[in-house]
């Protein structure tokens, strides 16, 4: 009965932090004349990855790195066959040209990096956690500096200034809200798990991946609804590329990460990059330049035979 309450308690949270987040962001992009699409793909992205980073550390400092590998791991996977997957669903998005010549080789990069340093030696050194943060680094300067909208902005009357004690009153209410309801989540979800006997690999590539991927589903969806796609796209391919930069740089290099779950190098890693590489040929078909319905039931697929492959 408690991890239930846990897990209802921690949707609530999550539900109300996406929220405070959106409205941060636009007001944030308005302030600066920042594209809204780099607002979500910095400061919404860094506050929705900020779960998988603590779960990532803590789990990795308690002697469990297959929760901290299969979390990350999962949760990209979970980013675009379940979270992008009902976004789209609920709401087609257009995308120009310039997004898939930045953004999204930018996240294939940054998982073929992570393929390169884990697969043959099973092991996320120090200095290559400090590779894959410097990558993060110079990416955000890039972004930051040349980065044009990427996602046509739909509604763009419909964005409200904010004064700047608010903007900071709810980046911080969301940031807090989206940890703390990831907490009860993680906590509730492991807990029902764990009363099966399932092993640390299996509990983070599913519900430990799906919990810490809560927060960018609720921010995705409530800009979906407000009509801020450019954000909900650009928070969901910046929350990869964050967790394989961010997450699993700053994790290695405070302490290497060893598999002991071989699933992780022969199943897992391969799935993530299959659907990273998936993205690029949907957004083509059957229409070109945007991502439907069809698109995501497409991904939706995908992620279902994901889990069952992976819980059979």
Same mark, same amino acid.
């Given at each position: 009965?408690?991890?239930?309450?846990? !897990?209802?308690?921690?949707?609530? *949270?999550?539900?109300?932090?996406?929220?405070?987040?959106?409205?941060?962001?636009?007001?944030?992009?308005?302030?600066?004349?920042?594209?809204?699409?780099?607002?979500?793909?910095?400061? &919404?992205?860094?506050?929705? %990855?900020?779960?998988?980073?603590?779960?990532?550390?803590?789990?990795?400092?308690?002697?469990?790195?297959?929760?901290?590998?299969?979390?990350?791991?999962?949760?990209?996977?979970?980013?675009?066959?379940?979270?992008?997957?009902?976004?789209?669903?609920?709401?087609?998005?257009?995308?120009?040209?310039?997004?898939?010549?930045?953004?999204?080789?930018?996240?294939?990069?940054? #998982? *073929?990096?992570?393929?390169?340093?884990?697969?043959?030696?099973?092991?996320?050194?120090?200095?290559?956690?400090?590779? *894959?943060? %410097?990558?993060?680094?110079? @990416?955000? &300067?890039?972004?930051?500096?040349?980065?044009?909208?990427?996602?046509?902005?739909?509604?763009?009357?419909?964005?409200?200034?904010?004064?700047?004690?608010?903007?900071?009153?709810? =980046?911080?209410?969301?940031?807090?809200?989206?940890?703390?309801?990831?907490?009860?989540?993680?906590?509730?979800?492991?807990?029902?798990?764990?009363?099966?006997?399932?092993?640390?690999?299996?509990?983070?590539?599913?519900?430990?991946?799906?919990?810490?991927?809560?927060?960018?589903?609720?921010?995705?969806?409530?800009?979906?609804?407000?009509?801020?796609?450019?954000?909900?796209?650009?928070?969901?391919?910046?929350?990869?590329?964050?967790?394989?930069?961010?997450?699993?740089? !700053?994790?290695?290099?405070?302490?290497?990460?060893?598999?002991?779950?071989?699933?992780?190098?022969?199943?897992?890693?391969?799935?993530?990059?299959?659907? #990273? @590489?998936?993205?690029?040929? *949907?957004?083509?078909?059957?229409?070109?330049?945007?991502?439907?319905?069809?698109?995501?039931?497409? =991904?939706?697929?995908?992620?279902?035979?994901?889990?069952?492959?992976? !819980?059979?």
């Amino acid at each position: 009965m408690g991890n239930l309450l846990f !897990i209802v308690l921690g949707l609530v *949270l999550l539900i109300a932090g996406g929220n405070w987040l959106l409205k941060s962001a636009v007001a944030l992009s308005l302030r600066l004349f920042i594209p809204k699409i780099v607002i979500g793909m910095t400061v &919404v992205s860094f506050a929705t %990855s900020a779960p998988e980073l603590i779960v990532s550390i803590k789990a990795a400092l308690d002697g469990f790195p297959d929760l901290s590998l299969g979390n990350v791991v999962g949760s990209n996977i979970a980013n675009l066959g379940l979270v992008l997957a009902i976004t789209v669903i609920m709401g087609s998005i257009k995308v120009r040209k310039s997004f898939y010549t930045t953004d999204w080789p930018v996240m294939i990069v940054a #998982s *073929l990096m992570f393929f390169g340093f884990i697969y043959f030696d099973g092991e996320l050194q120090r200095y290559e956690g400090i590779i *894959l943060v %410097s990558f993060l680094f110079v @990416f955000l &300067v890039y972004l930051l500096r040349f980065q044009k909208t990427a996602v046509v902005d739909e509604m763009p009357e419909d964005d409200i200034p904010l004064p700047l004690y608010k903007i900071v009153l709810f =980046l911080g209410l969301g940031g807090i809200a989206l940890w703390g309801g990831s907490e009860l989540l993680i906590n509730g979800a492991v807990g029902l798990a764990s009363s099966f006997g399932v092993s640390d690999r299996i509990i983070a590539i599913t519900i430990v991946s799906v919990g810490t991927s809560v927060p960018e589903l609720a921010a995705s969806v409530i800009a979906v609804i407000k009509k801020e796609k450019a954000i909900s796209l650009g928070n969901l391919i910046g929350s990869n590329i964050f967790n394989l930069l961010a997450v699993l740089g !700053i994790t290695s290099i405070i302490t290497p990460i060893t598999v002991m779950d071989d699933g992780l190098l022969s199943s897992d890693i391969f799935w993530m990059l299959g659907i #990273s @590489f998936l993205i690029f040929p *949907l957004v083509f078909f059957p229409k070109g330049l945007r991502l439907g319905w069809r698109d995501g039931l497409v =991904l939706l697929a995908f992620y279902g035979i994901f889990i069952y492959m992976t !819980i059979k």
